[in-house]
């Protein structure tokens, strides 16, 4: 699979959002991904619609709705009107894994989920085929800076093989300290897709640009 790059932009500059983006893209960023909370399904408030919207019409970089949320379904037709290519949300947040897919797909974006790291990847077992993307969770969602848990390697390792099973292209991403050591684990476990946040790209002692500039350099070459 395509090695793939994406920011994390709740761990940006909000003063200074679209610089932020601008750096981003010269440093060859893939993706921009977006923790949409809400405070219950995960104990933080972060981004909205509206800053989603205020992006869309300014960057050609694929927008990545990550749904942290209770009943996300109240969102899928928000987030589309958007002009996003990708939204994604958590297994644990609805029970109706097929109609939630179907949602996204009439829509006509892509249809991601992701999962926890408690969450047993046989949860996906009889949704795999139907969707683009897994995020699994290396660390409890809901805040930046948490410890990366080694437990997630074996449930990447399952998943990637569940892909290449059944001959799937999917991509699968890795979201929650994701740095060079992490980087170089879940790459070898079978993530292609590496979201960065602020132990990588959005760092307080290096300059954006730079900074994002090596995280691709990184994943590209563990």
Same mark, same amino acid.
């Given at each position: ?21 601008? /750096? ?58 958007? %002009? ?33 790291? @408690? ?24 805040? @930046? ?23 799937? /292209? ?5 979201? %929650? ?12 476990? %079978? ?5 960065? %946040? ?13 900074? @994002? ?10």
């Amino acid at each position: 699979m395509q090695i793939k790059t994406s920011a994390s932009l709740m761990c940006a500059d909000f003063r200074n959002l679209l610089q932020d983006v601008r /750096k981003l893209e010269r440093a060859g960023i893939d993706w921009l991904h977006f923790d949409i909370m809400d405070d219950h399904f995960v104990p933080n408030l972060t981004i909205g619609p509206l800053i989603v919207e205020s992006l869309r019409g300014k960057t050609d970089l694929p927008f990545d709705i990550h749904l942290q949320m209770t009943n996300p379904e109240l969102f899928i037709p928000v987030f589309s009107k958007m %002009g996003c290519e990708i939204i994604t949300f958590h297994v644990e947040a609805t029970s109706h894994l097929f109609r939630m897919v179907s949602l996204i797909k009439k829509e006509g974006k892509k249809a991601g989920l992701a999962i926890n790291p @408690a969450t047993p990847e046989n949860h996906l077992k009889y949704i795999i085929s139907e969707i683009d993307l897994i995020i699994v969770m290396t660390v409890d969602p809901g805040f @930046a800076g948490q410890r990366f848990i080694p437990q997630v390697i074996p449930k990447i390792e399952k998943l990637r093989d569940m892909v290449e099973k059944k001959n799937l /292209k999917i991509d699968i991403a890795v979201d %929650g300290n994701i740095k060079e050591e992490t980087i170089r684990k879940t790459k070898k476990a %079978g993530a292609n897709v590496f979201i960065g %946040g602020t132990s990588a790209i959005f760092r307080p002692d290096r300059e954006l640009e730079e900074a @994002a500039r090596e995280f691709k350099r990184i994943c590209q070459e563990a």
